[in-house]
């Protein structure tokens, strides 16, 4: 799973490189952009929930599979596509699949360091290709959603050939989707995570729209813009072994907090950019928030789901990618044609410290959940043997 992420994305650059693409080559304004990109967020919102729902009852591994060669059916079609609306059939719905296998087979003392490696190896893989990706995107954006399916394809492939299923034979509940969905959002503690976390990525992803059309009107194009994503994942690349060894032993909430404050700090020094320095200032910013939250937030997920809803607490998570996906290039698009670039970048920056407060406020029923997941795994352990 871990190599065929790789090789996956070493070429998922589309949704980076495509809102230029609909400025620069289509001619749209920034709130016509806006709404397109936001049928990415919308097929993502759709494919989440399904992938968690697949994951559970019909495997992780044929989940995974699926989802990757319609994800490589859909990008490919973008790439000769007049009507883009073709981007709301592109959600990952392999992602819920993937996050529920690594809780299958990785116990919970290890899944912080599971998933960090993970996100490691998710940005070593973009480093490289987003380099490439700029220098393609400045010649043939058709090139670069051929290449995004292909490393698809080969993705699929890898784990058709090498990944066993990982799905507890014991936790098969057939119940009803529309249920279980509802049973995942009746979980409250989850739901008050789940809400934060939607608020905190709605800021992070300001890099889908609002970043490289900032940049491009103080005269930085394509290949600058890949500069800033390839920093940003090298960033994770360098710092994610540094500070995780560091930070498992510091409170989630406090982890989740200060992640929401970087997200904010990221953006929110742009509005007094223009140039490529600040930029680059705010982009190592966001990147450490990165570090600093994304894998506790996904550690979060896997140790707060029963194994029998495991797939679907992890789709209402990846639900929530996509629902940040749709709403932040639509205000996005919408605040920048209306108010101007800077006045988005203090309203990113206001909404972080909202949600690292909100972090600090609602920590207490998950950690009370957690120690008792806990201690009924400790329970469960079967006694030493004494010898007489």
């Known amino acids: 799973m871990w190599w065929g992420l790789i090789v996956n994305r070493l070429a998922s650059f589309v949704i980076a490189f495509l809102s230029l693409y609909l400025v620069r080559d289509r001619g749209m304004p920034p709130a016509e952009a806006g709404r397109i990109l936001a049928l990415y967020g919308v097929g993502f919102t759709i494919a989440g929930p399904l992938g968690g729902l697949l994951a559970d009852r019909i495997g992780r591994r044929a989940t995974m599979i699926a989802g990757l060669l ?6 490919g079609a973008l790439a000769f596509a007049r009507l883009p609306a073709l981007l709301a059939a592109t959600g990952d719905m392999y992602r819920p699949a993937m ?3 690594v809780a299958d087979v990785v116990p919970p003392a290890d899944r912080p360091r599971a998933y960090g490696l993970v996100y490691w190896a998710v940005n070593l893989a973009l ?13 043939s954006f058709v ?7 292909g490393t698809s394809i080969v993705a699929a492939a ?15 509940v057939h119940e009803p989707a529309l249920r279980g969905l509802l049973n995942v959002f009746g979980d409250g503690p989850f739901l008050s995570f789940l809400l934060l976390h939607l ?22 194009g394509p290949s600058a813009y890949a500069f800033l994503m390839a920093l940003n994942c090298a960033g994770v690349v360098f710092l994610q072994p540094i500070l995780s060894p560091r930070l498992g032993g510091v409170d989630a909430a406090l982890l989740l907090a200060l992640s929401a404050v970087l997200f904010g700090l990221g953006y929110g020094v742009n509005a007094i950019g223009g140039t490529l320095v600040v930029y680059s200032v705010g982009t190592a910013l966001w990147t450490v928030g990165e570090v600093v939250g994304f894998p506790v937030a996904s550690t979060m997920v896997a140790n707060l789901s029963p194994a029998h809803r495991r797939g679907r607490y992890q789709g209402a998570f990846a639900m929530c990618w996509g629902v940040a ?20 970048w203090l309203l990113c920056l206001g909404v972080a410290l909202a949600v690292s407060t909100g972090h600090l406020l609602t920590a207490e029923p998950r950690r009370k959940r ?19």
């Open 70 to 75: 319609c994800g490589a059916a859909s990008v």
């Open 99 to 101: 996050s529920a296998a």
């Open 127 to 139: 480093s490289v290709g987003l380099v490439i990706g700029g220098l393609v995107a400045e010649r």
């Open 143 to 149: 090139a670069l959603f051929l290449a995004d399916a």
């Open 158 to 172: 890898i784990v058709f050939f090498r990944v066993p299923e990982t799905r507890p034979p014991h936790g098969v």
């Open 199 to 220: 608020a905190a990525l709605a800021v992070f992803v300001q890099w889908q729209l609002a970043l490289p059309i900032d940049m491009s009107a103080h005269g930085l």
């Open 325 to 344: 996906f749709t709403i932040a290039p639509l205000a996005a698009g919408e605040a920048m044609q209306r108010l101007g670039a800077r006045a988005l």
């Open 370 to 388: 957690l120690a008792d997941l806990e201690r009924t795994a400790a329970e469960r352990q079967p006694s030493p043997v004494v010898p007489p």
